[in-house]
């Protein structure tokens, strides 16, 4: 059964204290992994698309990985507007799906 | 540009009444989402068009629920009739192309049936 799983389910960091989130998936045909960032009260915001093994992308704090497995979230010096839960969702031949989210806190 | 526009913003209604949820899509986007979110399932997808035509309805729970685009720029979700299961924040999307492509959301509806 095709699986998203999103860890930690909640991260509580320094201001400046880096970490990575991670999103490890089991499905067959990937057609594309997407990063999302969902603050209380609003719609998910699109982050990254990555659509293989290797690829990364990077935008001001945040750079994504993806290989065959499961995809990475760094967060570098993270400040506390960073808080918010982050979502991945997978994109297979079947059906999109979304990881029940890690909800990040950052402490100033 | 106005994003992804969704009313109304909270539905209270007694169980088994109709809800309609409404949608506007971003101008120029072909492609359009709905999904639900709660605590214990999360996000989940319940239909998808492209193009106006509905392409996947496998998340749609049952018949009670009902989604139509009459326009390239407009959807209704439709729950009739409403259970108190059904409480939940429904969001719709819309994306460039299909679902393959960054979807951008609405801020969605946060409906409870009592």
């Known amino acids: 059964e095709d699986q998203v799983t999103q860890s930690p389910e909640a991260l509580r960091l320094q201001e400046g204290e880096s970490s990575s989130l991670n999103c490890s998936y089991t499905?067959?045909?990937?057609?594309?992994l997407f990063w999302y960032r969902q603050d209380p009260g609003k719609g998910p915001e699109f982050l990254f698309t990555l659509y293989s093994a290797g690829e990364e992308k990077e935008k001001e704090r945040l750079k994504a990985t993806l290989t065959k497995k499961e995809s990475f979230l760094h967060i570098t010096a993270p400040k506390p507007e960073d808080s918010a839960t982050y979502l991945c969702a997978v994109d297979n031949n079947n059906d999109m799906r979304f990881g029940a989210g890690t909800r990040l806190t950052v402490k100033p | 540009d106005a994003g992804v526009i969704q009313s109304p913003r909270h539905e209270v209604t007694e169980m088994g009444q109709e809800v309609t949820l409404r949608c506007k899509l971003i101008?120029?986007?072909?492609?359009l989402f709905w999904y639900r979110q709660t605590m214990m399932r999360g996000l989940e997808l319940l239909i998808y068009?492209?193009?106006?035509?509905?392409?996947?309805d496998s998340g749609m729970p049952e018949d009670r629920f009902s989604a139509k685009m009459p326009n390239a720029s407009f959807s209704t979700l439709k729950i009739q009739p409403s259970e108190p299961r059904d409480s939940a924040v429904y969001f719709c999307a819309s994306s460039f192309r299909g679902r393959g492509q960054p979807q951008h959301f609405g801020d969605g509806t946060r409906l409870s049936i009592l």
């Open positions: 068009f492209n193009n106006n035509v509905p392409i996947d």
């Open positions: 499905v067959s045909g990937l057609r594309g």
């Open positions: 101008s120029g986007h072909n492609s």
